[in-house]
């Protein structure tokens, strides 16, 4: 394990459903991200995190909806989602951002 | 033009051979070079992290920086089935967040 945890793994979903995504990390990590990994791209960052405060929101559509509680826990609700939104949705951590990051194992969303 | 630029492959090899991974940028910022390895159904994982000019090595790895050419590269020696994975060049410039490469699928055969 690397220390940054994502649930589910797999989800399939229809394209009215509401659904979350969660990541939490032990390491002590103060920025957190939210990726897009889809098939033959490169990974696209969605959001950013530092010390619970969104700093970047890279023009990501309303029906991707971040929540950050505190700097362990970061959530990605999603609601009316669209077939092509179907991807890889990694999350990751770093001391500050301008660092390393440690990913999570991803949550593969598929939409129906 | 992207700012990171990385041959998407795929690229297959026989065991022992020598792998030669390559990603070319256009920001003069960037100072920290890393490389990622990424497991089918797994999130990306720090393999190598370096700082300017130079070569790193670790183990069978070594990770080379050509901040003249805007260019670098990441070699593997005496490669291994279980080095079968989608290698993710990524660099940043300082305070800055990471910028990746599109990733090179490389397949090691036995």
């Known amino acids: 394990e690397t220390g940054v945890t994502q649930t589910p793994r797999h989800l399939v979903m229809g394209m009215t459903n509401k659904k979350s995504l969660k990541c939490e990390q032990h390491l002590g990590h103060n920025a957190m991200y939210w990726y897009k990994q889809s098939a033959k791209k490169p990974l696209e960052l969605m959001f950013v995190?530092?010390?619970?405060?969104?700093?970047e929101n890279n023009s990501v559509p309303s029906r991707f909806s971040p929540e950050c509680p505190n700097s362990s826990h970061l959530f990605l609700h999603l609601h009316t989602l669209q077939p092509e939104d179907s991807a890889l949705y990694l999350c990751a951590s770093s001391q500050q951002t301008g660092e390393g990051y440690t990913f999570g194992s991803g949550t593969r969303l598929t939409v129906v | 033009q992207k700012e990171v630029e990385q041959d998407p492959g795929p690229l297959s090899v026989p065991e022992g051979a020598i792998v030669s991974l390559n990603c070319t940028y256009s920001n003069s910022a960037f100072q920290y070079f890393m490389w990622y390895r990424q497991y089918s159904r797994k999130g990306p994982e720090l393999l190598m992290y370096t700082y300017s000019s130079g070569n790193k090595e670790d183990g069978r790895f070594t990770a080379q920086v050509d901040k003249s050419s805007k260019y670098i590269s990441l070699f593997i020696r005496d490669s291994q089935p279980s080095d079968s994975a989608t290698y993710l060049c990524a660099m940043l410039a300082s305070g800055s967040r990471l910028t990746f490469g599109e990733g090179t699928q490389l397949t090691v055969n036995p």
């Open positions: 995190y530092n010390f619970k405060e969104q700093t």
